[in-house]
């Protein structure tokens, strides 16, 4: 069983950037693919990157491609999510999500096994 904790979110002026952690604990951290997902008011929870586990291989929903990077630190056991040039619209509960390793990304996120708590973002116009 693993454990996802998120941190870094807050309030943030427009044009600004946050770096989000994901730190996982109870399990072995390098068997496992790593997602970032957001759910804004009165939306549906969204994908917005996937890490490989070796942390070589990344891939981004068309909205954060060139703004968001997804990295992760095997030796901290942590994924991070570095966002850049915000707007209001990027305002969301922000979640890291953990998917057995499969070698190709997945947006599907029934497929990601663990999940955690949720770290809010607010950007101001």
């Known amino acids: 069983q693993v454990q996802l904790v998120e941190s870094g979110g807050g309030l943030v002026q427009a044009g600004g950037s946050l770096r989000l952690s994901c730190a996982a604990s109870g399990g072995t951290f390098t068997i496992y693919d790593l997602g970032w997902f957001r759910q804004a008011p009165e939306k549906e929870r969204e994908f917005l990157a996937w890490v490989n586990w070796s942390g070589a291989r990344t891939y981004y929903d068309d909205s954060v491609k060139g703004r968001f990077t997804i990295s992760r630190d095997n030796a901290k056991n942590t994924v991070y999510l570095q966002m850049n040039s915000l707007n209001p619209d990027d305002t969301a509960v922000y979640y890291c999500?953990?998917?057995?390793?499969?070698?190709?990304?997945?947006?599907?996120?029934?497929?990601?096994?663990?999940w955690g708590q949720g770290t809010q973002v607010t950007v101001s116009s």
């Open positions: 999500a953990a998917k057995d390793g499969s070698g190709t990304y997945s947006y599907t996120q029934r497929l990601y096994r663990y």
